[in-house]
């Protein structure tokens, strides 16, 4: 599904991911953790293709096509996505007609006929159901007025309305109280199957509760040091992260 | 209201300004040049009363002694107007009994400017005068506004079949000396609609004319003048596309309107006149007077305008809020991009008690463009109670376009109220990312975006011009994010 060998990738002129390596297969969960800075969120934006990040070194392949040679909009279209830490507000554009647009060119991507109105309703009743998100959410502008917990099951029911095949999940437990992660959590573990994989990057072990990983990694310094099961997460939330910054340290010198 | 994203996307794709063919029908034209008289030969050409011939020397006689305006935040070589030919009416001009005698040529005009008269009947319930150059071909509808009483015709038309009327009103509210241009445009005016209902009666259809310049070299000089009586409420749109071409062309319009007591007049303008290429060559110079005289008591005038064409414009819709409770509104998206230039906005002045008037405009630059609002919010002696709400947005697209805002707030009654807000925005590449990420192209993002930052106005716009107006917001900025 997606293999990246070798990441490296700065801002300006800050070096931040410095020889990145993960392997996803179909179907797996990836819990990303790690402390401030290590690199988190420049991960889930280079994957994504924001610009202003630059690429220098490494690979990246997403179902076997070179993910770094496409544009953003290509990579979206091929199944990748990215519920963003901030969801941006769109100020006069409805979600409604947003997720159309969206939903619209994805399926000519793939060669589909686009939705009939009637389909297309369907589809957003059912899918907001999944987050418990109002149906008067779906009308108002893109996450215009929201609350941080509307915005971030307005990711939820986006990403599942979209059907990608990989989805990078930025934070999304940040800012969000107990009932928002468990209705988020529901959300994304009911959008798990055989053929989806998910990078769940987070800064907390409380969300890895909810959405159970097959793998957890710990990036530290623009890499990954330490690479487990969700008993690692466990042993993070207990211990902190200064044991794994120590254990770096010490092989280093 | 939403555009459906596959014809966006066909649209974006003709990269060239989209109307810029001319049409090859023989012309009548004038000898270049302003004197007593070219302004005699077009008034015999129309076959005016002598009124109006000494209406129009007095205008001319007024022009001779004014100069022209600089205080506009725009900079531009000025007119020779001794290099315009005022005058240009296609030549077979016999009164036509039915569309299907229209000049082939000129049907095939109206077709790509998709405004095929039949269709327009059909599908929209519209009724269309079409003014090409200067004289107005063909008007629809007629007949069965006729019956209401309605009179909605050409300009020429009506100072022929209606001279007292129309000598009643023209220039009560743009008098001949109110403004360089307007003592230009009266004292040459050729051609423009004029519109009149009766007492009590609810136009039933949008009333639509679609103005195009197509002689090159000819300067345009429309009279659009609306009269709506007691009671009475009307909605009227003006569309204008100008073919491409090199020199700049002059279009200065004037356009009266009145209204009575408790009478309503909605006008809506989409203008997309020829803009120049990137450079700057070419394109139209915009300079028009419109004013509203909102004469009853309960009347209401609102503009709502969409501007994304022409090199330079110069427009300031405005209301004068004479009658008691009396409504004003302006609402404007304009649109510059690569050289173009806009200083437009409203003049509200109240008079009245309890007048009312609300602004909202969305100001849009992109390229190297110069977009200016500046606005006028005058509250009289006797305005006890007036209110005025403003509310200026800019968003800028580059870091080499420029964003103005010229509010003038004058206010000499105490019991008034009047608010003014701003914002100045840049477009977000974070909005940009967030819709590439699910999937849309850029173009299509920005059009999202811009049209979502206009939908306030847009949503003013009779149902079926707002389609057509978010689809001119994403042409006129194509490629326009730097």
């Known amino acids: 599904m997606l293999s990246i060998k070798n990441l490296q990738a700065k801002i300006e002129d800050k070096e931040i991911l410095r020889g990145l390596s993960l392997e996803v297969k179909p179907g797996e969960v990836h819990a990303i953790m790690g402390p401030n800075g290590s690199g988190k969120s420049t991960l889930a934006s280079v994957l994504a293709g924001r610009e202003e990040y630059e690429v220098t070194n490494g690979t990246v392949s997403f179902q076997g096509k070179d993910l770094l040679d496409m544009p953003a909009e290509i990579r979206a279209r091929e199944g990748l996505f990215l519920a963003f830490q901030y969801p941006v507000e769109i100020p006069g554009v409805s979600n409604m007609n947003f997720l159309k647009a969206a939903v619209g060119e994805i399926r000519k991507h793939k060669g589909l006929e686009p939705l009939t109105a009637k389909d297309f309703l369907k589809l957003v009743k059912e899918k907001s159901a999944l987050v418990e998100l109002d149906g008067q959410l779906a009308n108002r502008a893109v996450n215009e007025g929201f609350s941080g917990g509307e915005k971030k099951r307005n990711e939820i029911f986006q990403m599942a309305m979209l059907e990608p095949k990989l989805a990078v999940l930025d934070e999304t437990d940040s800012g969000l109280d107990i009932d928002a992660l468990r209705i988020v959590a529901n959300g994304v573990n009911a959008l798990r199957s055989p053929d989806r994989s998910f990078v769940v990057i987070t800064h907390y072990q409380r969300l890895l509760d909810y959405i159970v990983p097959d793998f957890v990694h710990v990036l530290y310094k623009g890499r990954i040091v330490k690479s487990g099961t969700k008993e690692l997460a466990l042993e993070l939330e207990e211990r902190g992260y200064d044991w794994i910054k120590d254990e770096v340290e010490s092989v280093k010198a | ?482």
């Not at chain 2, 709506?228 to 071409?245: I, K, M, N």
């Not at chain 2, 004068?320 to 004003?328: F, P």
């Open chain 2, 1 to 482: 209201m939403a555009y459906e994203g596959d014809e966006l996307l066909d649209d974006i794709t003709s990269k060239e300004y989209e109307f810029g063919f001319v049409t090859d029908i023989e012309t009548d034209k004038a000898p270049a040049g302003l004197n007593e008289d070219i302004i005699r030969l077009i008034s015999a050409k129309k076959e005016e009363p002598e009124w109006l011939l000494t209406w129009r020397l007095e205008a001319f006689a007024i022009w001779k002694n004014m100069r022209e305006p600089e205080w506009a935040h725009v900079t531009y070589k000025k007119p020779d107007f001794q290099a315009i030919s005022y005058y240009a009416a296609p030549k077979k001009k016999k009164q036509l009994e039915s569309l299907d005698e229209l000049d082939p040529e000129l049907r095939k005009t109206m077709d790509k400017l998709g405004i095929s008269l039949e269709e327009q009947k059909r599908l929209h319930n519209v009724a269309v005068d079409f003014v090409m150059d200067s004289v107005s071909v063909a008007t629809s509808f007629k007949e069965k506004l006729a019956e209401l009483g309605i009179i909605f015709c050409s300009m020429s038309e009506a100072v022929r079949e209606h001279s007292d009327l129309v000598r009643k009103y023209l220039g009560t509210v743009v008098p001949r000396t109110d403004n360089f241009y307007a003592a230009l445009n009266s004292a040459v005016f050729t051609d423009g609609s004029f519109c009149y209902i009766p007492k009590g009666v609810k136009c039933p259809m949008e009333l639509s004319t679609y103005f195009r310049i197509n002689e090159g070299g000819t300067g345009q000089f429309e009279r659009t003048l609306v009269i709506a009586d007691e009671g009475s409420v009307v909605s009227y749109l003006e569309g204008c596309t100008a073919p491409q071409r090199d020199e700049n062309q002059l279009h200065a319009a004037v356009v009266e309107l009145i209204a009575h007591t408790d009478a309503e007049i909605k006008y809506s303008t989409v203008q997309n006149w020829y803009p120049g290429d990137k450079d700057g060559i070419g394109g139209v110079f915009n300079f028009v007077t419109k004013r509203g005289l909102c004469d009853g008591d309960r009347s209401k005038i609102s503009w709502t305008q969409v501007e994304t064409g022409s090199a330079i414009t110069w427009k300031y819709p405005s209301c004068i809020l004479k009658g008691d409770y009396s409504i004003g509104e302006f609402y404007s998206v304009a649109v510059t991009n690569n050289m173009q230039q806009a200083d437009t906005g409203t003049k509200m002045v109240h008079i009245g008690k309890n007048t009312k008037s609300t602004i909202i405009s969305k100001g849009i630059s992109a390229g190297k463009s110069q977009n200016s609002y500046r606005g006028l919010v005058q509250i009289n002696k006797g305005a006890a109670n007036a209110r005025n709400f403003s509310q200026c947005d800019s968003l800028l697209m580059s870091d080499r376009c420029g964003a103005h805002t010229f509010p003038y707030i004058e206010v000499k009654n105490k019991t008034s109220k009047v608010e003014h807000e701003a914002t100045t925005s840049k477009i977000g590449e974070d909005q940009i990312f967030y819709c590439l990420q699910r999937g849309l192209d850029e173009e299509q993002a920005i059009s999202m975006i811009v049209n979502g930052y206009a939908k306030e106005v847009l949503n003013k716009l009779p149902m079926e011009f707002a389609v057509e107006a978010q689809k001119l917001l994403a042409i006129s900025l194509e490629g326009s994010v730097g």
